[in-house]
């Protein structure tokens, strides 16, 4: 049902729940899996460099861990939230059931995303007061903390889209996982500030968009950062953009999606 703008939100709300109410059904699986995953990595860290390691800054190394931890559970189940989505849907023949109704390539890729991201949100904000117990933490601003947990999961759910769309089966995604998404997490100063690293390191480090996504959620947390937060939001938000015309261009052509 169209109203007069001449959009489906009808429609895109339904796609949109029908998105949430997947990843909630399996709700061991994609929200406690993660903050048994989060509190093992915790865990590790703390006992293993946490000794080693008293302060990051004028921070404590745990308190300034912990941020990174959070964004990681966010962006990586944003991300696993559309590409298996859209997978799934292939390799079962149901992706039709997504195609048929009268949506535009915008409203595809706005209801999808959004699942995405609501799911990346739901798992950080959980995985933040479950840890909460471990690790006392305040909120520096609110605003940084807010706006990086809401572009960071709409990237890797725009990321999982395209990466959902372009795959031809589950192996393809597990490749992208493997050698785009968490190579470029954990080399995103996750566990570390990237002025410990080697001059030549730190100016790579500035070419990863994930970096800026940790560095400014942990401002959000701690008041530290390692760059220019300026900087942060514009290349967080250029990117958004450019995956979100990746997305619809997919789902205007059909690529991939239509035999």
């Not at 990237?155 to 889209?161: E, H, P, R, T």
Request: proline residues 3%; aromatic residues 16%.
């Amino acid at each position: 049902m169209q109203n007069i703008s001449g959009h489906n939100w009808l429609g895109v709300y339904t796609l949109y729940i029908r998105e949430v109410r997947r990843f909630v059904k399996v709700y061991t699986q994609t929200i406690i899996g993660p903050i048994v995953t989060t509190l093992l990595f915790l865990a590790i860290f703390a006992l293993s460099i946490g000794s080693a390691i008293k302060v990051v800054g004028d921070v404590a190394f745990i308190q300034f861990l912990l941020p990174g931890l959070i964004m990681m559970a966010i962006v990586q189940n944003a991300f696993a939230n559309t590409s298996s989505s859209i997978m799934i849907s292939k390799v079962q023949g149901n992706i039709v059931d997504t195609l048929m109704p009268p949506f535009n390539a915008h409203e595809l890729t706005f209801a999808l995303a959004m699942g995405g991201v609501t799911r990346g949100v739901m798992v950080g904000f959980v995985v933040a007061v479950v840890t909460a117990f471990f690790v006392p933490f305040q909120i520096f601003d609110f605003f940084y903390v807010a706006y990086y947990a809401v572009a960071a999961s709409l990237m890797l759910s725009l990321l999982g889209l395209l990466g959902g769309v372009w795959s031809e089966k589950f192996d393809h995604i597990a490749g992208l996982t493997n050698f785009v998404v968490t190579p470029l997490s954990f080399l995103s100063g996750t566990f570390y500030s990237i002025h410990r690293l080697p001059e030549f390191f730190q100016v790579a480090a500035h070419f990863n968009p994930f970096f800026y996504m940790i560095d400014g959620f942990r401002y959000g947390f701690i008041g530290y950062s390692d760059a220019s937060l300026t900087t942060g939001m514009a290349v967080v938000a250029l990117m958004d953009l450019a995956l979100w015309v990746a997305c619809w261009a997919m789902f205007k052509t059909g690529y991939r999606l239509k035999s």
